[in-house]
């Protein structure tokens, strides 16, 4: 555990809830590993329930939301602590793997729960810091594309060793930088970049067009392209352990995407993708090595937080601005993976 550095604000809504959400898994937890033990003795795999049944249809897009034309100050971020995952990965054994073909391809079992998911059981997870090489950030096209090659190579490295040590699987995405604002996905459709869209996430594909970074806003600030990248990241790391295709299933049931129910479930996935993005920001801030992620980018992408979110973008499906803003704060201060729990969180907490 890494030493702790200035506390920042205390973050509104999500994190009054955590003591809350600790209690629940608590008790799911004692619960999962039980069951596993039973199957260590008796030998064999428990039927899955109801609810852990193959992979839902895939999910359409997600994507980052883009910022307006001025940034207001918050006060100043916190470093935040460095852990690993220590809960037994045999818990995922009485889950069902997907049969279609954007599987993950490399061991573990996806698990297709959202609150009960056995990434949130445990209080200590966390991402570990681990060395970084990363270009500085010029603003062109070129480089933009190596900063993100080589920032992907660390989110792949420390996600990848926590998702194996929970036994869920794990592949690398697929990058792709696509010319002008206007451009051709993978299984997607045509995608425009917007204000609400600013980068993509596609099953196992991440989208990184060069016109959503608004580099004519943000400079040379590489904290800020480095948290958009982060958050869709988020979605690959919801997509591995499946979640991603859980939370889809679920909102169709609520009526499909652009209706109330929906919506809101689309706000859980988008402010956790928020909370995974703070998580390795903070995780690796002056810990990730001399060319890593230094304070300076952690202060460049805690101030942008609070321009992004439905209030900016017009929309309701990604939450409102101080969410978007209170999650990924979150995240990057505790570096806890239970704390990013949106699914077990007040409704009032992802609005």
């Given at each position: 555990?890494?030493?702790m550095?200035?506390?920042g604000?205390?973050?509104r ?6 003591p809350?959400v600790?209690?629940?898994l608590g ?6 590993l039980v069951?596993?033990l ?8 428990p039927?899955?329930?109801a609810?852990?049944?193959g992979?839902?249809?895939?999910p359409s897009?997600?994507?980052?939301t ?7 100050l918050t ?6 602590t ?5 809960v037994d990965?045999?818990?995922v ?6 049969d279609g073909?954007?599987?993950p391809r490399?061991?573990g079992?996806k698990?297709y729960?959202l609150g009960?998911h ?6 200590e997870g ?6 970084c090489s990363?270009?500085a950030?010029r603003?062109d096209?070129?480089a933009a594309?190596a900063?993100?090659?080589?920032a992907?190579d660390c989110l792949?490295t420390?996600?990848g060793a926590?998702?194996r040590?929970?036994?869920?699987p ?5 990058l792709?930088?696509?010319?002008g604002r ?5 299984s997607?459709?045509t995608?425009?970049?917007s ?17 959503g ?8 600030q590489a904290?800020v392209?480095l ?5 869709e ?7 591995l352990?499946g979640i991603?295709?859980t939370?889809?299933?679920?909102m ?6 652009g ?6 479930v689309s ?6 993708a928020?909370c ?8 690796h801030?002056?810990?990730s090595?001399s060319n890593?992620?230094n304070q300076t980018?952690?202060d460049?992408a805690?101030?942008d937080q609070?321009?992004?979110g439905d ?5 309701t499906?990604h ?5 978007y803003?209170?999650w990924w704060?979150q995240?990057s201060r ?5 704390q990013c729990?949106?699914?077990?969180a007040?409704?009032?907490?992802v609005?």
């Amino acid at each position: 555990m890494g030493s702790m550095g200035p506390m920042g604000p205390p973050p509104r809504g999500p994190r009054s809830n955590a003591p809350a959400v600790a209690a629940v898994l608590g008790g799911v937890g004692v619960v999962a590993l039980v069951v596993v033990l039973l199957v260590t003795l008796t030998g064999g795999d428990p039927e899955p329930t109801a609810d852990r049944g193959g992979a839902p249809a895939p999910p359409s897009p997600t994507s980052s939301t883009s910022a307006p034309s001025t940034t207001p100050l918050t006060s100043s971020p916190s470093e935040t602590t460095e852990t690993s995952a220590t809960v037994d990965p045999s818990i995922v054994t009485f889950t069902e793997e997907s049969d279609g073909a954007d599987a993950p391809r490399s061991g573990g079992r996806k698990v297709y729960e959202l609150g009960d998911h056995p990434l949130f059981q445990d209080t200590e997870g966390g991402l570990t810091a681990v060395e970084c090489s990363l270009p500085a950030w010029r603003s062109d096209p070129a480089a933009a594309e190596a900063f993100f090659t080589a920032a992907t190579d660390c989110l792949n490295t420390t996600w990848g060793a926590l998702l194996r040590s929970y036994g869920l699987p794990f592949e690398e995405p697929t990058l792709h930088f696509p010319d002008g604002r206007s451009y051709e996905t993978t299984s997607c459709g045509t995608q425009e970049v917007s204000m609400a869209k600013a980068a993509l996430y596609c099953a196992n594909n991440l989208y990184l067009p060069y016109a959503g970074m608004q580099a004519d806003r943000y400079g040379d600030q590489a904290g800020v392209y480095l948290a958009v990248l982060a958050h869709e990241y988020g979605h690959h790391v919801q997509y591995l352990a499946g979640i991603y295709e859980t939370a889809w299933k679920r909102m169709q049931e609520a009526g499909g995407q652009g209706t109330t129910g929906a919506d809101e479930v689309s706000r859980r996935l988008e402010l956790q993708a928020q909370c995974f993005s703070g998580m390795f920001m903070g995780s690796h801030t002056g810990r990730s090595g001399s060319n890593g992620v230094n304070q300076t980018m952690l202060d460049q992408a805690w101030y942008d937080q609070e321009v992004r979110g439905d209030d900016t973008s017009g929309t309701t499906d990604h939450g409102s601005n101080a969410h978007y803003a209170s999650w990924w704060q979150q995240g990057s201060r505790d570096n806890r993976l239970y704390q990013c729990n949106t699914w077990l969180a007040d409704a009032a907490d992802v609005s």
